[in-house]
């Protein structure tokens, strides 16, 4: 795996565990927005090196740990998941939907795996 490869795989763990919203809450210049953690998320958007250590100052992470690989991340999934586009555009729609929209969808995508 690459940099990006990991840096993508750790923030989607990042934000799994801590949530999105505490993701933009780490950048000090308060730029950031929900539909930039998810391009990050998603494998798109600038995912520098300043990126990479807001993040790990402003979840008490050691400097470095969004570079690196840890034991508590499956990076074999993450790396099979290619259709990184559609899945940023999946996570923008869910942001926006109510709770009854979500709702409505997971029955949807629970009919269409029954098939």
């Not at 990991?6 to 763990?13: L, V």
């Not at 990126?51 to 008490?60: D, M, P, Q, S, W």
Request: charged share 25%; proline share 2%; aromatic share 8%.
């Amino acid at each position: 795996m690459d940099i990006k490869q990991i840096r993508t795989a750790n923030i989607n763990y990042l934000a799994d565990k801590h949530g999105r919203e505490r993701i933009v809450e780490c950048d000090e210049r308060n730029k950031w927005t929900i539909n930039y953690v998810n391009q990050l998320c998603g494998g798109f958007g600038s995912f520098g090196m300043s990126t990479a250590r807001r993040i790990e100052r402003g979840l008490g992470l050691d400097y470095g740990w969004v570079d690196l690989m840890h034991p508590s991340i499956n990076y074999e999934s993450s790396a099979l998941l290619t259709d990184d586009a559609s899945k940023a555009q999946l996570s923008n729609l869910w942001d926006r939907m109510t709770p009854d929209e979500r709702a409505q969808l997971i029955k949807i995508g629970a009919a269409l795996c029954e098939r």
